[in-house]
DNA sequence: AAATTCCGCAACCGCCAGATA
DNA sequence: GTATCTGGCGGTTGCGGAATT
């Protein structure tokens, strides 16, 4: 025979469940002040309280105990936590163990309610204290730098140059996609255009090699001010934005990402704008309802090409080749190409 | 002011490894 | 050696208060 079952005895359907009172609470604080607690499933009879075993030991565990630290976690709390999780995982116990007047059940919850969101407001997965790769969670990351203060910042400080990174790889990939996959006259340095103007082959060659290959470098850095990262990651995702189920935005994605990449080579637009102004002002074009292309100045003053008449430039109406982009077409394929593009 | 939604947290549930009759 | 319980753990639930509509 084997030990007796705990809360399974004939007084089981009178055992209560839900909130302690603060009577329950006395009772037992009285009881294991007085006897210690070695058996936990004779506890509950012999304090006179109608519970089972295993509930007075959470009680006791997570609540009563004298030694317990109530109230907010400290700083050096949080970068403890935030620190062995990355090494233990959800390991509760033994990230508790380290953090004296904590409990496993105080530290998941502050975890799973705080420290989570933080983690993932700095661009890390809370799951693998990693940089978030998905695009869809960096435009989230963008908003939440957009419009928080400075507190995230100064916390990223370590970090956000690996987020940066990160998000220019993403850049990178998709561009590159891009630029495999389209057979349009909107963008085809392949095939010598560029919104239909046409590019000689030294400026071709110069594009083809140098463009993707400095464009983690040759964008805009980020100072140290606060608000400078902020500012970048709302632009870039902003430009790129991920579209919907029935690609409505699909002419976002291709001219914006057109735009970058060619920015990319050529650092700077005309007229002195920044890439941010470029980004948001090319969004807002695309989105209002229109009918024609409306950046002309993405031709560099540089260019040999910058006098080319905007009247050059195709009209939205003429880009209708967006099967030569070989995008699937039911929604199952769209996830998954974009899937692949942005993981 | 009322209704609804969101959020934090205490408590419960179910599983497992070790203990023990 | 085996069957079964205990204590511990991580995941989940649901209540109550706060925030939002």
């Given at each position: 025979m084997g030990r007796y079952p705990c809360c399974k005895d004939d007084d089981d359907n009178d055992l209560k469940k839900g909130p302690w009172t603060e009577d329950e609470d006395e009772k037992l604080t009285d009881y294991i002040n007085k006897n210690g607690?070695?058996?936990?499933?004779?506890?509950?009879?012999?304090?006179?309280?109608?519970?089972?075993?295993?509930?007075?030991?959470?009680?006791?565990?997570?609540?009563?105990?004298?030694?317990?630290?109530?109230?907010?976690?400290?700083?050096?709390?949080?970068?403890?936590?935030?620190?062995?999780h990355s090494v233990l995982g959800n390991k509760w116990s033994r990230i508790a163990a380290h953090l004296p007047g904590r409990t496993d059940n105080e530290i998941k919850?502050?975890?799973?309610?705080?420290?989570?969101?933080?983690?993932?407001?700095?661009?890390?997965?809370?799951?693998?204290?990693?940089?978030?790769?998905?695009?869809?969670s960096l435009i989230d990351l963008s908003n939440q730098f957009t419009s928080n203060s400075n507190y995230f910042v100064s916390l990223a400080s370590a970090l956000r140059l690996q987020a940066h990174f990160t998000l220019q790889a993403k850049i990178q990939q998709l561009l590159q996609s891009l630029l495999s996959s389209t057979n349009t006259n909107f963008f085809s340095p392949m095939q010598g255009s560029f919104l239909g103007h046409p590019i000689d082959q030294a400026e071709r060659s110069q594009f083809l090699n140098s463009s993707l290959a400095n464009f983690t470098t040759t964008r805009p850095c980020l100072d140290n001010t606060p608000n400078s990262l902020p500012n970048y990651y709302s632009s870039i995702s902003n430009?790129?934005?991920?579209?919907?189920?029935?690609?409505?935005?699909?002419?976002?994605?291709?001219?914006?990402?057109?735009?970058?990449?060619?920015?990319?080579?050529?650092?700077?637009?005309?007229?002195?704008?920044?890439?941010?102004?470029?980004f948001q002002a090319s969004e807002l074009n695309l989105n209002a309802d229109h009918a024609e292309c409306s950046i002309p100045s993405l031709v560099p003053s540089t260019s040999e090409n910058s006098n080319l008449d905007q009247n050059c430039i195709p009209k939205f109406s003429e880009l209708d080749d967006i099967d030569a982009w070989e995008i699937p077409h039911d929604d199952e394929a769209i996830s998954s190409f974009w899937n692949t593009i942005f993981q």
């Open positions: 607690h070695t058996n936990w499933k004779s506890i509950p009879r012999k304090a006179g309280l109608k519970r089972c075993g295993k509930s007075c030991r959470l009680r006791w565990n997570n609540y009563l105990r004298p030694d317990i630290k109530r109230g907010r976690f400290s700083h050096e709390e949080e970068e403890t936590i935030i620190n062995l919850n502050f975890y799973n309610t705080h420290l989570r969101k933080k983690l993932l407001k700095l661009g890390i997965d809370p799951k693998t204290h990693k940089p978030i790769t998905h695009l869809n430009s790129l934005e991920v579209p919907s189920e029935k690609f409505d935005n699909i002419e976002t994605i291709q001219r914006s990402s057109a735009w970058a990449l060619y920015e990319g080579d050529m650092h700077k637009p005309r007229n002195g704008a920044n890439s941010s102004e470029y």
